[in-house]
């Protein structure tokens, strides 16, 4: 059984900052990437940030320059947040790619930018 655990979501105010947290455990072979997508209400899920075991890394266009994803040594990966725009209001969702092509997600973590 594989779980991905999500933290660190909430409210912030336009310009703020968050950062995101996904810790996987469980029967976890060989991890290819993780990431994360978001959905907004009324619309699609869409790729955000990846990271592949080699560390290469790639954002959706819209959150270049301002999203940061990195990962750690205990299969934890993050989402650094900075000026933060209501269009990023969402649930977002940590992924995981296994090498044997299982795909894992996380419960999701609301994200709210509002004043």
């Known amino acids: 059984q594989v779980q991905l655990v999500e933290s660190g979501g909430g409210y912030v105010q336009p310009g703020g900052s968050l950062r995101l947290s996904c810790a996987a455990s469980?029967?976890?072979?060989?991890?290819?990437?993780m990431g994360w997508d978001r959905q907004a209400p009324g619309k699609g899920r869409e790729l955000v940030a990846g990271?592949?075991?080699?560390?290469?890394t790639n954002y959706a266009d819209s959150v270049k320059g301002r999203f940061t994803i990195s990962r750690d040594a205990k299969n934890t990966v993050y989402l650094q947040m900075n000026s933060l725009k209501p269009d990023d209001t969402a649930v977002y969702y940590c992924?995981?790619?296994?090498?044997?092509?299982?795909?894992?997600w996380g419960q999701g973590t609301q994200v709210t930018v509002s004043s």
């Open positions: 990271i592949t075991s080699g560390g290469s």
């Open positions: 992924n995981m790619l296994l090498t044997n092509g299982f795909r894992y």
């Open positions: 469980g029967s976890i072979s060989s991890i290819r990437a």
